[in-house]
């Protein structure tokens, strides 16, 4: 029987992946977070791959991408000084591969520029083609033109002077009370298959105390990462170049609407406040059923999420609970997100032995995303085919991958889909 012909048009893979924990633990997580990603890598065959570092391995393998981005955030872990020769390996790693073999060009950007609290954001963004690739470009943001891509070339250090992307860290104002934050934006724009788009890798703001989230609806927290990502779509749909689709896809740390699941989650339930003695200070709730000999159902604390049963945000891949990731609606007009069919992405247990359970640090949330404008979302759902061949999961289901499962949308551009813009990017048209 003949085998079915491959879909046409170019494929495309991005992941996100928060990566911190890798480089916490190397041995143990790096070894099984590269075998995941290469997986699904290989497993879809795409021709462009975005990934970000929580992606894994067996990734890369199952969408096979011809063009492949990765966008990590925490990269090089909470120490990157010494972190450094673990960061090199795992570069190296990914650069030299043979299950990368096929990609001969390559483009790396690493924030290593840890000793400046002005710009240090720790992003890292891998941008790997595949040898069947033709005709890819990226843009020059200081030229204003694009360039043809050639060979592999990684730059680290200083990226605020490097042409080919642009960098911000958030200002410290907008989130206070840390006060060495890494919280920012890494923007590249491509030109592929007559298609302009930007890549952003993006790290917003975390909840830093569950006591905080819970007293209001939305909550504080919830407003900051509101203000960062408003600026982050502001700026790169400004006047200074021309416009063109963008995905937005890193760790938002988009957290539930913490007062309506405690609410929900302990609706028969009467709450205990215990106070610290000398501040008055509330540091812990306690909700108990109100019958059942006044079991414990949750326990809360300043970073303690302690509820007696983990089911429910596995249950249907936490289905239920949807209704309350509520912090994307806000930007409903300017970005689009397939539908979610993955259970929360963070924060899993880091225990190697332990890939699907949480731990009971925070509520378990839908931090890791693939997000695009409206332009963005026909390039993706435009297929010429009958086929559908679009891909939104998360990967390392029951592998631990640290603390996030990385997080990947694969698609193809379908023939001709850049047609109608390719005057505008004249310098991306396929000669």
């Known amino acids: 029987m003949a085998g079915k012909a491959a879909s046409p048009g170019t494929a495309v893979l991005l992941v996100t992946a928060n990566v911190g924990s890798l480089f916490d633990d190397p041995e143990n997580l790096q070894k099984n977070w590269l075998r995941e990603f290469y997986q699904v890598v290989h497993a879809h065959r795409p021709h462009f791959l975005a990934l970000t570092p929580a992606s894994p391995p067996q990734v890369v393998h199952a969408h096979r991408p011809h063009f492949l981005a990765l966008h990590c955030q925490e990269f090089g872990g909470k120490n990157y000084e010494a972190s450094m020769s673990h960061v090199d390996k795992f570069v190296k790693e990914l650069l030299s591969s043979d299950a990368m073999k096929e990609y001969n060009r390559a483009r790396v950007y690493l924030d290593e520029n840890y000793k400046s609290q002005e710009h240090f954001t720790a992003l890292g963004s891998f941008y790997f083609l595949h040898e069947s690739l033709k005709n890819i470009y990226q843009f020059d943001f200081k030229a204003k033109k694009y360039k043809k891509v050639t060979g592999k070339e990684i730059y680290s250090d200083t990226l605020e002077s490097t042409p080919m992307l642009e960098k911000e860290k958030f200002p410290q104002d907008y989130f206070p009370e840390c006060k060495w934050s890494r919280k920012g934006f890494l923007r590249t724009r491509w030109c592929l298959a007559d298609c302009a788009f930007d890549l952003v890798n993006i790290h917003l703001f975390h909840d830093a105390s569950n006591l905080v989230a819970w007293e209001t609806s939305p909550s504080v927290y919830s407003g900051i990462r509101h203000k960062a990502l408003g600026y982050v779509l502001d700026r790169i749909s400004d006047q200074r170049f021309q416009k063109a689709s963008y995905f937005v896809f890193g760790d938002f740390n988009f957290r539930l609407d913490s007062k309506s699941v405690v609410e929900t989650l302990c609706t028969k339930a009467t709450m205990q406040t215990v106070r610290a003695a000398d501040t008055n200070e509330v540091v ?31 249950d249907d891949n936490g289905t239920a609970l949807l209704e309350f990731d509520k912090e994307l609606s806000v930007f409903k007009d300017r970005l689009y997100e397939l539908d979610i069919s993955f259970p929360p992405s963070y924060p899993y247990s880091e225990d190697c032995s332990q890939g699907r359970q949480y731990m009971n640090t925070r509520c378990p949330a839908w931090c890791d995303r693939v997000l695009m404008s409206p332009s963005a979302k026909e390039l993706v759902l435009r297929s010429e085919s009958e086929e559908k ?11 631990c991958m640290g603390d996030h499962k990385p997080v990947f949308l694969a698609f193809r551009i379908a023939p001709g889909a850049g047609k109608p813009h390719a005057r505008v990017h004249k310098c991306c048209v396929v000669q």
């Open 284 to 314: 812990k709730l306690i909700f108990r059923e109100s019958d059942n000999d006044r079991k414990v159902m949750l326990q809360l604390e300043k970073k303690l999420f302690d509820y007696f049963n983990q089911e429910v945000f596995r």
């Open 389 to 399: 061949v679009v891909t939104y999961d998360h990967i390392g289901p029951s592998v």
